[in-house]
């Protein structure tokens, strides 16, 4: 993209610069080279923009600093990779803090989170980190409240959550129950009271559960990295949009000792290139899962379903629900739920008066298909 490689080859020229001219200095410039992994599959746009991240760090500081890059399960399980970092056997990586709920449960509110929460879509949560106070609670979530020696930074857009894949149509809040299916972290919690089971398995592992008979529906992230996945070929019924995740913004996290031996300018070329990667993400998205939905439907014979607002409204009920519970039980959480209320009551209004709502020009010129997917089945059919 032209703004991205705009920004890079700034970068780039910035850190050149920096660099001692000479043949001397320039031979005691040696290249600082760093292990991350992923707790996502290989060949999903998640770990691909963790490479493309990786990519620009190394363009950007003009090859001093060289990330590899690399999938889940390359040296550590998917759930393991913070842990991981902690420990130095990785020097970082891209993982969700959701993962980490079974250490605190306010690990949801840096996502994803249900709800948003208070209404926050993935621009407001990375508002309230950097112009709401997030990011140093962010930081201290990890360093003090579960004692990890590790610095953490918002990146790649995973997008608003589709409520999922299943083996027969959903009708209602009532119909989830007795349905085994895969949730992580707090959102286990939120279905907990439809009856559903939930079962918590790493992302390389829902497919071929599916395929086993040890769960019987499942959610992950969207039509494009989910058909990258394979889901279509276990599940033929797949329903959207959802709740329990809408605003999904995932993690870069950095060993501690690693980010403080890096100079200020590394430091800020790593930063930097994180909200490079996220923007990334979030074009590359809209027109992937585009394509991709239109061909689950087209080719591989799965039937889409618009969610039915009944499910959507018990979402946000019961996770009110789990929120004000937590909130009483974990006062670290109740902390930065607060914190999360105060920059949401601040900006959600005010961009509902502000902005035109995104389907107003949407249904003027695309009618049949909005009407479609709004009275179930999703069409995708130009006008």
């Not at 989170?113 to 979530?141: C, R, V």
């Not at 997008?159 to 299943?166: A, E, S």
């Amino acid at each position: 993209m032209k703004f991205m490689t705009a920004l890079a080859a700034s970068a780039l020229a910035f850190s050149v610069a920096l660099i001692p001219a000479g043949a001397d200095a320039q031979q005691q410039v040696q290249p600082r080279k760093l292990r991350f992994q992923t707790s996502y599959p290989a060949g999903t746009p998640t770990y691909e923009n963790l490479q493309y991240w990786a990519s620009l760090v190394n363009s950007m500081s003009g090859g001093r600093l060289q990330i590899e890059a690399m999938p889940a399960g390359a040296l550590v399980p998917a759930f393991e990779v913070v842990d991981a970092i902690n420990k130095k056997v990785l020097d970082g990586g891209q993982s969700a803090a959701a993962y980490s709920v079974g250490k605190n449960s306010a690990a949801t509110l840096f996502g994803p989170a249900p709800g948003g929460p208070f209404g926050m879509d993935s621009l407001d949560y990375i508002g309230w980190i950097y112009n709401g106070g997030g990011l140093e609670l962010y930081q201290d979530f990890y360093k003090d409240q579960i004692q990890r020696n590790v610095v953490a930074f918002p990146m790649t857009y995973a997008g608003n959550q589709p409520l999922g894949w299943f083996k027969t149509p959903v009708k209602d809040w009532a119909d989830l129950k007795g349905r085994k299916c895969r949730e992580t972290g707090m959102t286990a919690e939120v279905f907990a009271p439809s009856g559903m089971t939930t079962v918590n398995i790493p992302g390389g592992e829902i497919v071929p559960s599916g395929e086993r008979g040890v769960i019987d529906c499942a959610e992950f992230a969207g039509p494009f990295e989910d058909k990258a996945m394979g889901f279509q070929t276990v599940w033929k019924n797949y329903y959207l949009p959802s709740m329990h995740e809408p605003s999904t913004i995932l993690e870069l996290i950095v060993n501690g000792d690693v980010w403080k031996s890096l100079s200020p300018d590394l430091q800020q070329i790593m930063k930097t290139a994180t909200m490079a990667a996220t923007f990334e993400s979030i074009v590359l998205a809209n027109k992937r899962n585009a394509e991709a939905l239109k061909e689950l439907q087209t080719t591989d014979g799965v039937k889409v379903y618009r969610t039915p607002d009944d499910i959507m409204v018990n979402v946000l009920k019961a996770w009110d629900n789990v929120a004000k519970d937590q909130s009483e039980k974990n006062p670290y959480f109740k902390k930065v739920y607060d914190s999360q209320r105060a920059y949401a009551e601040k900006v959600v209004p005010v961009r509902m008066r502000v902005q035109v709502p995104y389907g107003f020009a949407a249904k003027h010129y695309w009618p049949e298909a909005i009407g479609a997917a709004t009275d179930g089945a999703v069409s995708t059919s130009s006008n």
